[in-house]
């Protein structure tokens, strides 16, 4: 579906107006539908209903609880990255035993706490991590679930900063080393092994990297059975893209379509895990014009939004959809959307054609995933509020955060 549709010339998600939002909230403020996320969910159910399958919900694309608890409800997983995470899967209400923890770096402290929570599974990404989780395992008397996550090193042609599965990348298990580890791990006495994992990148549009992914993974499974390391699941990662400009985005069935055929007939269970395409098209970020001003080169519309709030643009130079939530009837013209932030790389947009004034309101599409997720204080700016639409209500899901809030940590020396 659509995020915003124009009801007598005003944007609305769902039943209420982007205006009304503004007014009660105020701006910054981000804004999600229930449906459009529940929608993108029931879409990965679909693809894999004849699937004993289960969807991890990558918690980094956007960790608010009231999204969490939506997605626990409807009966997901969760693939977290940190002990923040897990903390936020569970308050909640998600399950310690549909999750599973990647990341490089896992900390003593978080390891010792997922372990005595019984989470899903470990994906380990190193040789290190493998011996660290066996000896904390062991000083707690358990066991626990591991699986490595193997670079299949195919190329995903997506952005550098998100493709992650090449062998150059600081992630994974390189493919030659994953057999080696495997049988070390199957030696050890507080390990159980229950799977594999591979994740290449993200913004994925095109199935094939993917599904050449799936097939070298595949390949691996069946050799560790051949040496009586056998599997539980296998963990197809996240990566699937989302609708930014004019991409041509497959739907969830098409793009799982040739990934799944690979996978006919196994036994193993399917494990996803995806983010932005669970997310990313049912957010955007609602923002005023603050300031109209005409430089020598450019007009410039400058926002009450910055690159603290919304940082992909600065940080991957990566393009939303800009879009007057009233329409006016005037000629638009071409302006750069800045923040007011003290940095030449805080902008939402180049050359953007709009009929705005000031006061008007305006919505950063597509930032569901990758927005607040990311957001900071940069400049002191306190974080911006999040609203979730459900039908004609809006719920106030996180409070804009107050000023005396930034420093309430801090202290002047004695
Ligand atoms: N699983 C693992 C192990 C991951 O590293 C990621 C994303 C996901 C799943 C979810 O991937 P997705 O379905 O969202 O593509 N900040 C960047 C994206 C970073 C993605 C990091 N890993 C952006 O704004 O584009």
Known sequence: M??????????HVEAVSLTDIAEQFGTPCYV????ALTEAYNAYCEALAKHNALICY???ANSNLAVLSLFARLGAGFDIVSGGELARVLAAGGEAKKVVFSGVGKSHGEIVNALRLSIKCFNIESAAELDRINAVAGDLGLKAPISFRVNPNVDPKTHPYISTGLKTSKFGIAYEEALPLYRRAAALPHIHITGIDCHIGSQLL?????????????ALVDTLAGEGIELEHIDLGGGMGIHYRDEAVPSVTEYLAPILRVLHGRKEQLLVEPGRSLVGNAGLLLTRVEILKHGSAHDFAIVDAAMNDLMRPALYDAWHDIVAVSERNELPRSCEVVGPVCESGDFLGHERMLAVHEGDLLAVMSAGAYGMAMSSNYNSRPRAAEVMVDGAQAHLVRKREEITQLFAGESTLP
């Open 206 to 218: 095109d199935p094939a990297p993917a599904t050449e992914a799936a097939q070298k993974v595949l």
């Open 32 to 35: 999600y539908s229930r449906k």
């Open 2 to 11: 659509a995020l915003v549709e124009r009801r007598t010339g005003t944007l």
């Open 58 to 60: 990558a918690v980094k």
